[in-house]
Antibody, heavy 120, light 111 residues
Framework: EVHLLESGGGLVQPGKSLRLSCAASGFTFSVSAMGWVRQAPGKGLEWVSC????????FYADSVKGRFTISRDNSESMVYLQMNALRAEDTAVYYCAKGGLMTGYAYTDWGQGSLVTVSS | QSALTQPPSASGSPGQSVTISCTGTSSDVGAYNYVSWYQQQPGKAPKLMIF???KRPSGVPDRFSGSKSGNTASLTVSGLQVEDEADYYCSSYGSDNNYLVFGGGTSLTVL
C-alpha cells in the first residue's frame, strides 16, 4: 500500500524559510515522479512543483518559481520542498503526491497534507 | 498559469446522473489527453477518480466516467449516491511551460 507522510509544516513569519519533507513507502520510489500540490484555506487545489524520478526534470508554478526548490533522495525515499521568501499567500495545506508522465500526469496517491501558515 | 474553468456547484438526486464540465484552452485540455478528475471529501486528501480523460483507477466505481470534446472535459457521475457528495477538481497537463493546471473545483450536492 502506498503511503506518503508529509512533515515540516508550521507557523513561519513572512520572508522566512521552511522545508517540507515527504516520506514515501509501499512502492518503488526511485522510478516514480513526485509532486507537491497546495490548498489555501477554503480554496481549491493549486499545483506547486514536480520532480522526475531521477531529479533531471523539475517544474514549478509561476507563483513559486525562484522561491521554492523541489528535491528528492531516492536512497531514503524522500521528497522535499524548500520554501524561501515565504509570503502570506503561501499559507496552505501542502500535499505530497505520486505521479507524473507515466501516470498521464495524474496524481495517483496523496499524503494527508502539512499545514503551512505564513503570518507575523 | 490560468486555472481551468469549472462550475462552482452541481447537484442531483440519488439515482440521477450529473455532469461536471472543465473548460481549458487549446494549450492544455484541447491539446492533450491528460485530463484527470479528483474527488475531495471534507477534511480529506484528494482521491484520483479519472485519468487520461476517461480511464478509471482500480477501485473507482464505473458510475464515474470521463470524456472530452475540444477544450472542454467532463465528468459524469451516474446513479448518484449520497457518498458522492464532495468537491471535484479537474486537472490537465499543459506542456513544460504550464506543466499542470487545476480547475477551481465543483461542489457536488446529492439532494
Amino acid at each position: 500500500e502506498v503511503h506518503l507522510l508529509e512533515s515540516g509544516g508550521g507557523l513561519v513569519q513572512p520572508g522566512k524559510s521552511l522545508r517540507l519533507s515527504c516520506a514515501a513507502s509501499g512502492f518503488t520510489f526511485s522510478v516514480s515522479a513526485m509532486g507537491w500540490v497546495r490548498q489555501a484555506p477554503g480554496k481549491g487545489l493549486e499545483w506547486v512543483s514536480c520532480i522526475s524520478y531521477n531529479s533531471v526534470f523539475k517544474f514549478y508554478a509561476d507563483s513559486v518559481k525562484g522561491r521554492f526548490t523541489i528535491s528528492r533522495d531516492n536512497s531514503e525515499s524522500m521528497v522535499y520542498l524548500q520554501m524561501n521568501a515565504l509570503r502570506a499567500e503561501d499559507t496552505a495545506v501542502y500535499y505530497c503526491a505520486k505521479g507524473g508522465l507515466m501516470t498521464g500526469y495524474a496524481y495517483t496517491d496523496w499524503g494527508q497534507g502539512s499545514l503551512v501558515t505564513v503570518s507575523s | 498559469q490560468s486555472a481551468l474553468t469549472q462550475p462552482p456547484s452541481a447537484s442531483g438526486s440519488p439515482g440521477q446522473s450529473v455532469t461536471i464540465s472543465c473548460t481549458g484552452t487549446s494549450s492544455d485540455v484541447g491539446a492533450y489527453n491528460y485530463v484527470s478528475w479528483y474527488q475531495q471529501q471534507p477534511g480529506k486528501a484528494p482521491k484520483l477518480m479519472i485519468f487520461e480523460v476517461n480511464k478509471r483507477p482500480s477501485g473507482v466505481p464505473d458510475r464515474f466516467s470521463g470524456s472530452k470534446s475540444g477544450n472542454t472535459a467532463s465528468l459524469t457521475v451516474s446513479g448518484l449516491q449520497v457518498e458522492d457528495e464532495a468537491d471535484y477538481y479537474c486537472s490537465s497537463y499543459g506542456s513544460d511551460n504550464n506543466y499542470l493546471v487545476f480547475g477551481g473545483g465543483t461542489s457536488l450536492t446529492v439532494l
